[in-house]
């Protein structure tokens, strides 16, 4: 007789063994993520040409990860204190549509996306690496941050990423939401399901 611990992906399983079941059940919970952009999808730095324009350095492993939550069913949304085209262009490639720049107070605008989108707080999860973005942490389902957040801000997540901000940490938080919902495996297992030129 197959279990549902034998149907488990080799991949998810690895994933699920390093997670505490409180915080596997919180993202399993999760219909909605909301991501910080500055120190959670890049590295915090501010590059600055001659001419005054600033720069900034993504990763190819989070987007795909960001695409892959979008076919696993979970919505994606950025919400950021800083205002640029960067990110909306960077959002564009991705799909993501949902996109708020120069915001202040975070708890709010979290608690505005997942209004929008018919998702209570209970079901939206936030990853944040400052003390801005405590207060959507306070109020999310799932909160995360990355390893070199200030102690009060690991201390108000439920789960803290292994690598740094803009170096994979959006994608290790991609595959434990993905994981804890029974879909990473699903997604492995479909070559070509994002089709032509979908890694970010």
């Not at 997670?19 to 993520?33: F, T």
């Not at 957040?149 to 439920?158: D, E, I």
């Not at 991609?174 to 997604?187: H, I």
Request: aromatic share 4%; glycine share 14%; with cysteine.
């Amino acid at each position: 007789m197959t279990t549902a611990a034998s149907a488990t992906h080799p991949a998810e399983a690895l994933i699920l063994a390093r997670l505490q079941p409180l915080v596997r059940e919180r993202a399993a919970a999760v219909r909605l993520m909301v991501f910080d952009v500055d120190g959670v999808l890049t590295d915090g730095s501010l590059y600055y040409g001659e001419h005054g324009e600033i720069f900034k350095r993504f990763n190819a492993l989070d987007g795909h990860g960001l695409r892959l939550l979008a076919e696993g069913g979970i919505g994606v949304a950025l919400i950021t204190g800083r205002s640029g085209p960067i990110v909306d262009r960077r959002a564009a490639e991705l799909g993501i549509a949902e996109v708020m720049q120069g915001v202040r107070d975070k708890g709010a605008a979290l608690a505005a996306v997942a209004q929008r989108r018919g998702v209570t707080l209970d079901h939206t999860g936030y990853m944040g690496d400052d003390i801005i973005d405590l207060p959507a942490m306070q109020r999310a389902g799932f909160a995360a941050t990355v390893p070199n957040a200030p102690a009060y801000v690991a201390q108000g997540a439920h789960w803290i990423a292994t690598l740094p901000g803009g170096s994979g940490a959006v994608r290790e938080c991609c595959d434990v939401l993905l994981a804890s919902q029974g879909r990473l495996g699903q997604l492995l297992v479909s070559p070509g399901l994002l089709g032509p030129g979908a890694i970010q």
